[in-house]
């Protein structure tokens, strides 16, 4: 029998990747070719094919969608993330634990 996960406890790659993919497809339109090959290791801007207008959506989405905003830190580190998984990494570094519930 699965043990569920306790509340408040960090998502796991996956999960957070999973939310990146509905928020891809819904907010980047993205085509389900282009879902499917989403993985961690996928390039950031090149891999999700954002352009600086699709970068604000996508950050605004992630906000939204994980029910954080994003320090001027995190803000400054953007730029520096290279691929997917570094977006996972910030994602969970500041999800807070009553999001980590649903």
């Known amino acids: 029998m699965a043990h569920a996960k306790p509340c408040g406890a960090t998502m796991s790659d996956e999960e957070v990747l999973e939310r990146l993919r509905t928020l891809a497809r819904?907010?980047?339109?993205?085509?389900?070719?282009?879902?499917?090959?989403?993985?961690?290791?996928?390039?950031?801007?090149?891999?999700?094919?954002?352009?600086?207008?699709?970068q604000v959506m996508l950050?605004?989405?992630?906000e939204e969608q994980f029910g954080f905003e994003l320090t001027?830190?995190?803000?400054?580190?953007?730029?520096?993330?290279?691929?997917?998984s570094d977006l996972v990494r910030l994602i969970q570094e500041r999800v807070p634990p009553a999001a980590r519930c649903n």
């Open 26 to 54: 819904e907010t980047l339109e993205m085509k389900p070719d282009d879902l499917a090959r989403m993985g961690l290791e996928t390039p950031l801007v090149e891999g999700l094919q954002l352009d600086s207008l699709r």
């Open 72 to 84: 001027p830190e995190d803000n400054d580190r953007l730029p520096s993330l290279r691929t997917v």
């Open 59 to 62: 950050v605004t989405s992630v």
